[in-house]
C-alpha cells in the first residue's frame, strides 16, 4: 500500500526515435536517469534541461 505521497519529480522527455513525450518519476534529487519510451521501447537516458519538467533525452 501506498497511500503516503512521497516526495518525487516528474521528469517529460520526447522520444528521439518516435517523438513520443514519456513521463518518468524519478527521486526529487535525481539529475539523470533512464527510460524506455512508452511507444517504440527506445531506450534512453535522460539529463535534466533548462526547466524542471522538461528533461534532455539521448538514446541510450
Ligand atoms: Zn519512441
Known amino acids: 500500500m501506498w497511500s503516503t505521497a512521497r516526495p518525487t519529480q516528474t521528469a517529460e522527455w520526447l522520444c528521439t526515435r518516435c517523438g513520443t513525450t ?4 524519478l527521486a526529487p534529487k535525481a539529475s539523470d536517469g ?10 534512453h537516458t535522460i539529463a535534466r534541461g533548462d526547466t524542471p519538467v522538461r528533461w534532455d533525452a539521448k538514446a541510450a
Open 34 to 43: 533512464a527510460d524506455r519510451c512508452v511507444h517504440c521501447r527506445l531506450k
Open 22 to 25: 514519456n513521463r518518468k518519476l
